[in-house]
């Protein structure tokens, strides 16, 4: 274990163990609350702007988001994930699932039509009600998805470092008079390039399982811990058991993307789905295309946009960054 920082058990968040005050939804804020959360929201668009904008600079399709599918992520195994519910419902006689993650079209779509895409999606996922604590999870949030046929690992991380890094340059430049109400134009700064990168396994052997909760308090730069053992469409190297895919961690925030190169080959899938009781049934159309050789090698990521900008504005509690909250256990009129 670390000295440096013992962080509670129950809770990987910001909050520490203090009871975190819930955000108070918009006609409860004051004039000075409702100029915070104004600023707030200017930072979000310039961030979308700007990311967006890059993706699209260098070539990327961008894709609307689905909102029910027969498959979606399975958000299983997975050491981050824990849903109370799982939001089944039928429409025209068949069961479809409101997107946990727009994973299975990617790869698609991916595939078939465009070698680079993106999609700005929500996704739901109705996560235990003593989640409201962590201060960092929100039953509906929206992911930056993005997608590149035949990349690697490397070039997707080496990708996020650029904009990341850029978009804080930008905000910077652009949002001076907001970031200064935030009270934070200060103390924002933009990391060095690359992140560092570290191996789950050797963070595990320095802080046992709680290593996720550790690092995000350690460190003061958002780093990334690779080979991270998980949902089946992550690429397994079954020789070494080690993962080819990556989460990056912002400081307090914890992790604020995750991703991977994707396995394409059926066979693995398969196995892979089979050795973590996922049903097959709910992926028909990704193990046919798999099976007819159409599925492509592709590397990519989700940027959890809510959390980034909690981390760049230092939210109290992500509910904060979003204009109509989506806390765990709080369901709010609006
Ligand atoms: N966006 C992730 C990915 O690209 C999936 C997830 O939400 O974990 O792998
Ligand atoms: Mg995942």
Redesign the pocket.
Known sequence: MSEKQVVPQESLGIIGDKALEMPKSLEQLSESEIERKRCISRVMTHMLKYLTGEFMNKGFEWLLPAIFSKST?P?WP?PGASLEKRIEVEIYGETVRTT????IH?MVACSLVHPKLFILSP?VRIEKRERANTGINAYEFH?L???VRNATSEDIRRFVDEIICGSISSLKKHMNDELLCLEIYHSLKVSEKPFRVYDREDLESKYGKDWEKQITFEVDDPVWVTNIPR?F??FEDFESGKWD?YDLILPKYGEV????RREWEYSKIVRKLERDSVKKENYKLLLKLAKEGKIKPSA???IGVERLVSWIVGAKHIGEVQLFPRIPGIVYDL
């Open positions: 992520d958000l997975d946990l993650s727009m994973i990617k996704n992911q998805d993005f997608e949902e469409y992550d895919n993307l995750s991703g991977s990519g990521a989700g």
